[in-house]
């Protein structure tokens, strides 16, 4: 097996048992903050004082968060480009679904890993692998 039939393999087998969709799979919001943003992809910006920047991959700003945690939020949920996301009020809430969420895609790396280790023992081209497995589910995490 080649390593981009591995990726074939992996990214079907994720596919057919549905991936999880953030925020809607990871929370329940029930009062939340409407933030409009444009349908790009959302990447983590430089830290000022504690605050984030949020930034399309173009390098413009779309949103200063209070912390780490939020701008995370806002990038996971901004995954689907629809140009709204729903930030809740509560930073529990917030954590909450960032630690869940967080855990999923590290158990699903974890497989990938455990995969890629029984195929291709004496390989180091997992980082690459798993970002391209990562980039075709449409995966991140920071």
């Given at each position: ?12 087998l994720?596919?057919s048992?549905g991936?999880?969709?953030?925020p809607?799979d990871?929370?329940?919001i029930k ?12 990447m ?6 504690g ?5 399309t ?21 901004g ?13 529990d ?17 974890s497989?990938?890993?455990?995969g ?6 004496d390989?180091?081209?997992f980082?690459v692998?798993?970002n391209?497995i990562f980039?075709?589910?449409n995966?991140?995490?920071?």
């Open positions: 097996m080649s390593e981009k039939d591995f990726i074939n393999k992996w990214t079907k994720l596919n048992e991936i999880k969709k953030f809607n990871f929370s329940e009062d939340y903050i409407l933030i409009e943003t444009p349908k790009q992809t959302l983590l910006g430089k830290e000022f004082f605050a984030y920047e949020v930034l991959t173009s390098g413009e700003s779309v949103y200063q968060a209070a912390d780490l945690n939020e701008a995370k939020y806002i990038i996971y949920s995954r689907n480009r629809s140009g709204r996301i729903y930030l809740p009020v509560l930073k809430a917030i954590t909450s679904a960032i630690k869940k969420y967080e855990a999923y895609v590290d158990s699903v790396l497989r990938i890993e455990m890629f280790k029984k195929e291709f023992p390989s180091k081209n980082l692998v798993s391209e980039k075709i589910l995966l991140i995490r920071y």
